[in-house]
């Protein structure tokens, strides 16, 4: 049976027994056995650590890491030449500097400064107050900082070193967050909250006060804008933004552009995700790729694409893009009610489909947060080109914001945008509208019929209605056999088949209706063609 004691119990009793065992009477008597018994013990002893080996030279607490001298150096050079603190003010904060007394200090002279006061030593005494700093006044260590200054062209660069070690420290803090959180976690908690938790603090820490913005110099605009005119040059249909498969409608927004907000908008039934679907579908199908130096994919034509659908299952929009693809009617996919060649055709179309970069995520009931971190997780393992969210009014905002849908609503369409243009992607975000349409007679969606928020209209880029009148119609069919009814009829034959995307606001180009072709049964739409662009027949 194995010996079992309390670790104290063991520790004095190995203790004894060994020495015993060491000293030099009992050696002498000891025969082999009992120096396998003193083994033993050693070997007991030695797992408690009776017999301690060398201390470790690391001390049982490490600083964080930080460098007292370039905030003294970076402070100095503020107080001698206030022009250095305008090298340091667009990413360096007080909060940023290890020392509470730096951070005062840092934080007055910008109040001063930023008044079109002087930052002296003079000046700042009157805000510090009289301290006793280990044997030195506020006014001595202030005339020490100003002798030990650096010079102001070096001040950018220690203000760099001084953020850099904030950011360390940041995430020395975040890491043991981390690490208490798992430990003391309820039974009912999700790990995934904790990463995504996780995600959005390392990506606040990254985005707050960076030093890589900041003004740049037009020639360097002008060569990217040179750049993305000679690939869109290159670029099937010679677009400068990625094409939505949908030639007239490309022809009005110059193919999805990066860093756009594009809304999609419409009353139930209208087929707005319908839209949205086929566009994600046609930009992944279209995904081509060219290699560049460093292995990096960069889209030559289409894009990968994620789909965030709050609304549908993952397994309800691959059968809406099987019936597109197959033209097997997505009512008689869900039943099985389909015939030999139809199901030929849905396994043809699913094959082709299989590599296609369309990336789905069905969580539903998510907020501004989540999305953000999964769409930069999804980048970050994939790539992405091309963002997709069904739809607005399913997101929800940060707690603090609750009970208020308003300003809730606003922080989404804000966080859309400035992800847009952090991950450089186009971001199609679909967006109910309120009931007020349908109290009109004409039922084309306007601009203030967006719904619970105007910021949706402030912060896109392009809104576009989908609107089709054929289904308006259809609900209030006259009494047959009337004039009314004939007019009815005549109608539906001009509707039939026809949707219209109003594009109503867009930044980079002209506002206008666009006709498409809409097939309601596989749920998919294409390019008009009118009767009139028909060949005439022989």
Same mark, same amino acid.
């Given at each position: 049976?194995?010996?079992?004691?309390?670790?104290?119990?063991?520790?004095?009793?190995?203790?004894?027994?060994?020495?015993?065992?060491?000293?030099?009477?009992?050696?002498?008597?000891?025969?082999?056995?009992?120096?396998?018994?003193?083994?033993?013990?050693?070997?007991?002893?030695?797992?408690?650590?009776?017999?301690?080996?060398?201390?470790?030279?690391?001390?049982?607490?490490?600083?964080?890491?930080?460098?007292?001298?370039?905030?003294?150096?970076?402070?100095?050079?503020?107080?001698?030449?206030?022009?250095?603190?305008?090298?340091?003010?667009?990413?360096?904060?007080?909060?940023? !500097? $290890?020392?509470? /007394?730096?951070?005062? +200090?840092?934080?007055?002279?910008?109040?001063?400064? %930023?008044? #079109? =006061? &002087?930052?002296?030593?003079?000046?700042?005494?009157?805000?510090?107050?009289?301290?006793?700093?280990?044997?030195?006044?506020?006014?001595?260590?202030?005339?020490?900082?100003?002798?030990?200054?650096?010079?102001?062209?070096?001040?950018?660069?220690?203000?760099?070193?001084?953020?850099?070690?904030?950011?360390?420290?940041?995430?020395?803090?975040?890491?043991?967050?981390?690490?208490?959180?798992?430990?003391?976690?309820?039974?009912?908690?999700?790990?995934?909250?904790?990463?995504?938790?996780?995600?959005?603090?390392?990506?606040?820490?990254?985005?707050?006060?960076?030093?890589?913005?900041?003004?740049?110099? !037009? $020639?360097?605009? /002008?060569?990217?804008? +040179?750049?993305?005119?000679?690939?869109?040059?290159? %670029?099937? #249909? =010679? &677009?400068?933004?990625?094409?939505?498969?949908?030639?007239?409608?490309?022809?009005?927004?110059?193919?999805?552009?990066?860093?756009?907000?594009?809304?999609?908008?419409?009353?139930?039934?209208?087929?707005?995700?319908?839209?949205?679907?086929?566009?994600?579908?046609?930009?992944?199908?279209?995904?081509?790729?060219?290699?560049?130096?460093?292995?990096?994919?960069?889209?030559?034509?289409?894009?990968?694409?994620?789909?965030?659908?709050?609304?549908?299952?993952?397994?309800?929009?691959?059968?809406?893009?099987?019936?597109?693809?197959?033209?097997?009617?997505?009512?008689?996919?869900?039943?099985?009610?389909?015939?030999?060649?139809?199901?030929?055709?849905?396994?043809?179309?699913?094959?082709?489909?299989?590599?296609?970069?369309?990336?789905?995520?069905?969580?539903?009931?998510?907020?501004?947060?989540?999305?953000?971190?999964?769409?930069?997780?999804?980048?970050?393992?994939?790539?992405?080109?091309?963002?997709?969210?069904?739809?607005?009014?399913?997101?929800?905002?940060?707690?603090?914001?609750?009970?208020?849908?308003?300003?809730?609503?606003?922080?989404?369409?804000?966080?859309?945008?400035?992800?847009?243009?952090?991950?450089?992607?186009?971001?199609?975000?679909?967006?109910?509208?309120?009931?007020?349409?349908?109290?009109?007679?004409?039922?084309?969606?306007?601009?203030?019929?967006?719904?619970?928020?105007?910021?949706?209209?402030?912060?896109?880029?392009?809104?576009?209605?989908?609107?089709?009148?054929?289904?308006?119609?259809?609900?209030?069919?006259?009494?047959?056999?009337?004039?009314?009814?004939?007019?009815?009829?005549?109608?539906?034959?001009?509707?039939?088949?026809?949707?219209?995307?109003?594009?109503?606001?867009?930044?980079?180009?002209?506002?206008?209706?666009?006709?498409?072709?809409?097939?309601?049964?596989?749920?998919?739409?294409?390019?008009?063609?009118?009767?009139?662009?028909?060949?005439?027949?022989?």
């Amino acid at each position: 049976m194995p010996l079992v004691c309390h670790p104290a119990t063991c520790h004095k009793s190995g203790r004894v027994f060994a020495d015993k065992l060491q000293s030099p009477n009992a050696l002498s008597r000891v025969s082999s056995s009992h120096k396998v018994i003193m083994s033993a013990v050693e070997n007991l002893a030695g797992r408690f650590n009776v017999f301690p080996g060398p201390q470790s030279e690391t001390p049982a607490y490490r600083m964080p890491p930080h460098n007292v001298e370039a905030e003294q150096a970076l402070l100095g050079a503020v107080l001698v030449n206030n022009d250095a603190f305008d090298r340091v003010s667009d990413f360096l904060r007080p909060e940023h !500097f $290890s020392e509470e /007394l730096h951070r005062r +200090i840092f934080e007055i002279s910008g109040q001063l400064i %930023r008044a #079109g =006061k &002087l930052a002296t030593i003079v000046t700042l005494k009157t805000f510090l107050g009289d301290h006793d700093l280990g044997g030195i006044t506020v006014q001595g260590y202030l005339a020490r900082l100003a002798s030990e200054a650096t010079t102001i062209i070096n001040a950018e660069d220690y203000g760099r070193m001084v953020y850099d070690l904030s950011i360390r420290r940041n995430l020395i803090g975040i890491g043991e967050e981390i690490v208490n959180t798992a430990y003391d976690s309820p039974v009912d908690a999700s790990p995934r909250a904790q990463i995504e938790e996780a995600e959005r603090r390392l990506y606040e820490i990254a985005e707050q006060g960076r030093y890589d913005g900041g003004f740049q110099r !037009f $020639s360097d605009a /002008l060569t990217t804008a +040179i750049d993305m005119a000679a690939k869109a040059y290159e %670029r099937d #249909g =010679k &677009l400068s933004g990625i094409s939505t498969g949908l030639s007239d409608l490309d022809g009005k927004l110059g193919g999805l552009q990066s860093s756009d907000l594009v809304i999609v908008a419409g009353r139930p039934g209208m087929g707005k995700t319908a839209l949205a679907t086929n566009i994600a579908f046609n930009v992944a199908k279209a995904y081509e790729y060219e290699v560049r130096a460093d292995g990096a994919h960069i889209a030559k034509n289409g894009g990968i694409v994620g789909f965030f659908s709050l609304e549908m299952s993952a397994e309800q929009l691959a059968t809406r893009v099987i019936a597109e693809q197959s033209g097997v009617a997505s009512y008689k996919i869900r039943r099985g009610d389909i015939e030999d060649d139809e199901f030929h055709r849905i396994s043809e179309a699913a094959r082709e489909m299989q590599t296609v970069p369309l990336f789905i995520d069905q969580t539903g009931g998510i907020s501004i947060a989540q999305l953000v971190a999964r769409a930069r997780r999804l980048k970050r393992q994939r790539g992405l080109d091309v963002l997709v969210v069904d739809y607005l009014q399913l997101l929800s905002g940060s707690k603090s914001k609750e009970g208020n849908r308003v300003q809730e609503l606003t922080e989404i369409t804000t966080g859309l945008k400035a992800l847009a243009k952090e991950l450089n992607v186009p971001v199609i975000a679909l967006s109910q509208l309120s009931r007020q349409v349908e109290s009109r007679d004409d039922k084309r969606p306007q601009l203030s019929d967006l719904r619970e928020s105007g910021s949706i209209e402030q912060d896109a880029d392009c809104v576009m209605f989908v609107y089709r009148e054929e289904y308006y119609l259809a609900n209030r069919e006259p009494k047959p056999g009337t004039e009314e009814h004939a007019k009815w009829m005549s109608d539906m034959h001009n509707a039939h088949g026809k949707a219209e995307v109003i594009i109503a606001k867009q930044r980079h180009g002209p506002t206008g209706t666009v006709t498409l072709a809409f097939e309601a049964e596989m749920t998919r739409f294409s390019n008009y063609i009118s009767d009139e662009a028909l060949p005439e027949r022989m």
